[in-house]
């Protein structure tokens, strides 16, 4: 009979961080813009915020503006966090559409497409579409339906932990959007509700 071989499993590889946590030295964000589970006992907490925008045409009928991508102190309950938390940065971030009118297809006028743009460097109001299209993430979309766009961490620029007291002092960048010819005279047409996925630390020591 020939000797029996040993038969040794290969021990499995301890990960270096908790389930569910992306690690503080980690540059890009690849995972789903909603919560994820927190380990007990970490200094690290990956926590959503939220707020809304009303898409309102001005008096001489131009829609246009702009939403912070990594600059999430306009939310509500953003005190309360600053309280807990020394630093933070976002991992993600939404953006989506939702229409105020969609029951009656026969207006007056028609109603024109909007031009959306994702700005990673600065937070600049477009004044013309053709400055919209020169963005190569630029997308067309219809103010009569909903739709939305998405932002994740990818550099380590946008991965740096900021200063959760003063985050106007963070590179923010910004989510942009213009329109032309809408009816004038601050009609609404639909609001933006965005959501940040925010990873906190605590400094210790």
């Avoid at 690690?23 to 890009?28: D, G, M």
């Avoid at 477009?126 to 766009?149: D, F, G, M, N």
């Amino acid at each position: 009979m020939s000797p029996r071989r040993s038969q040794r499993k290969n021990p499995r590889r301890r990960r270096s961080s908790r389930k569910g946590e992306l690690p503080s030295n980690a540059l890009i964000y690849r995972g789903p813009v909603s919560p994820v589970i927190n380990a007990s006992g970490s200094h690290m907490s990956t926590i959503e915020v939220h707020g809304n925008l009303a898409l309102t045409s001005s008096a001489g009928g131009v829609l246009s503006g702009v939403i912070s991508l990594r600059n999430p102190s306009q939310t509500s309950g953003w005190t309360n966090l600053v309280g807990v938390y020394d630093e933070f940065r976002v991992l993600a971030s939404s953006f989506k559409f939702v229409p105020q009118n969609t029951y009656n297809s026969t207006i007056a006028q028609a109603t024109p497409p909007i031009l959306t743009f994702i700005d990673r460097d600065t937070s600049i109001v477009p004044t013309t579409t053709t400055i919209a299209q020169s963005y190569e993430s630029c997308k067309v979309h219809s103010l009569s339906t909903s739709w939305s766009r998405t932002y994740r961490m990818m550099s380590a620029d946008e991965a740096i932990f900021v200063n959760s007291s003063a985050p106007t002092g963070v590179k923010t960048g910004s989510f942009a959007f213009i329109t032309i010819n809408t009816t004038a005279n601050s009609i609404t047409y639909g609001y933006i509700f965005f959501s940040y996925l925010v990873q906190f630390r605590a400094v210790i020591g």
